[in-house]
């Protein structure tokens, strides 16, 4: 299966989880200030999914475009971002056990698993 395919299919069982296939789900805490039903327009645990691609040690290694620790940094934040509204929350790698390593622990200490 290529890597593509692989995160096409994360993809879609993201949002197939999030989306409304007639499951009973507990309500979510409200966010205050924010009427969901006001608007549609908001991002919120109920309508999104926070993707995690190859966050690796290798994979990180391997960009030069941007400063890594930058991208460590903002990957702990929206991982911390997720936990904070419970929204759904879906990781990939590739190559964990032999290559690339497994999953930043910045991000899976924000995490908690």
């Not at 299966?1 to 096409?8: F, G, N, Q």
């Not at 309500?27 to 039903?37: E, L, S």
Request: proline share 6%; aromatic share 6%; hydrophobic share 50%.
């Amino acid at each position: 299966m290529s890597r593509m395919t692989l995160i096409a299919t994360a993809l879609v069982a993201a949002l197939a989880f999030t989306g409304d296939a007639g499951a009973q789900t507990a309500p979510r805490k409200p966010i205050p200030g924010v009427d969901a039903a006001e608007s549609a327009r908001f991002i919120t645990a109920d309508n999104a999914v926070m993707v995690f691609i190859d966050h690796q040690p290798q994979t990180i290694f391997g960009i030069a475009s941007h400063d890594r620790q930058v991208i460590i940094n903002n990957a702990a934040a929206l991982a911390k971002t997720a936990k904070a509204f419970d929204m759904p929350v879906v990781l990939t790698t590739v190559a964990a056990d032999t290559f690339t390593g497994p999953l930043i622990p910045e991000i899976r200490s924000r995490l908690e698993f």
